[in-house]
């Protein structure tokens, strides 16, 4: 799979594998880091190829990518010596230049799945499971599905969220659409912080709050 919708090398991989110009099968592209966290957690692709400038790809993002057991290719920019040095901090060995072929992308996605993982580079077994916190630990987790169109979902999470803060404890109100979320929108928020937190004394009801669909 690929992370790098836009890019121009990204096309050429697309279109050369759809053409049988080599050997290999683009089976999901990847809008951002959440979309390829989820295919790679579905175990849906062997090996992905990844573009540097992704947002918020960081050694915890790599490291829920190998524990997926998916091998990356960083993809870093012709001549941004910066962009390769980043990747080879995050600790990624497989890097190709975004004016590589597709043939040669295919080559550098091989040669990372083909290697042996490290076994210094894999996280210890816990000895045994940590002890849960003391007091009541249970949760109520309640989903809000609809189909597309605009049905009302934001606006029923929004407001579920916000009464079931008002009742007391803590409520997280996470956008699962990796897609199109409108969450933080809805809350004001900068675009990318779209799981915010409500405690006992949530905020002012969210402009969403009307019953008309969002």
């Given at each position: 799979m690929t992370a790098g919708v836009g890019a121009?090398?990204?096309?050429?991989?697309?279109?050369?594998c759809q053409a049988g110009q080599v050997a290999a099968q683009v089976l999901h592209r990847c809008y951002d880091l959440g979309d390829l966290l989820a295919v790679a957690a579905a175990g849906q692709a062997e090996v992905a190829v990844v573009a540097a400038g992704t947002r918020w790809l960081d050694r915890d993002a790599l490291a829920r990518l190998t524990a997926?057991?998916?091998?990356?290719?960083?993809?870093?920019?012709?001549?941004?010596?910066?962009?390769?040095?980043?990747?080879?901090?995050?600790?990624?060995?497989?890097?190709?230049?975004?004016?590589?072929?597709?043939?040669?992308?295919?080559?550098?996605?091989?040669?990372?799945?083909?290697?042996?993982?490290?076994?210094?580079?894999?996280?210890?077994?816990?000895?045994?499971?940590?002890a849960p916190p003391d007091g009541d630990t249970?949760?109520?987790?309640?989903?809000?599905w609809g189909p597309k169109g605009g049905p009302g979902r934001t606006t029923v999470a929004v407001n579920?969220?916000?009464?079931?803060?008002a009742i007391g404890g803590e409520v997280l109100l996470v956008d699962a659409?990796?897609?199109?979320?409108?969450?933080?929108?809805?809350?004001?928020?900068?675009h990318h912080?779209?799981?915010?937190t409500w405690r006992r004394d949530p905020p002012a009801r969210p402009p969403s709050s009307g019953v008309s669909g969002g």
């Open positions: 121009a090398w990204e096309a050429a991989l697309v279109r050369a997926a057991g998916l091998p990356v290719v960083g993809v870093a920019s012709a001549g941004d010596e910066d962009s390769e040095r980043r990747l080879r901090q995050l600790g990624l060995l497989h890097i190709a230049s975004d004016e590589d072929p597709p043939d040669i992308l295919v080559d550098r996605a091989r040669a990372a799945l083909a290697a042996e993982p490290d076994p210094d580079d894999e996280p210890p077994v816990p000895d045994e499971a940590p249970r949760r109520v987790l309640a989903a809000v579920l969220a916000f009464e079931a803060a659409d990796t897609y199109g979320g409108a969450v933080a929108h809805a809350n004001m928020y900068e912080r779209s799981c915010p």
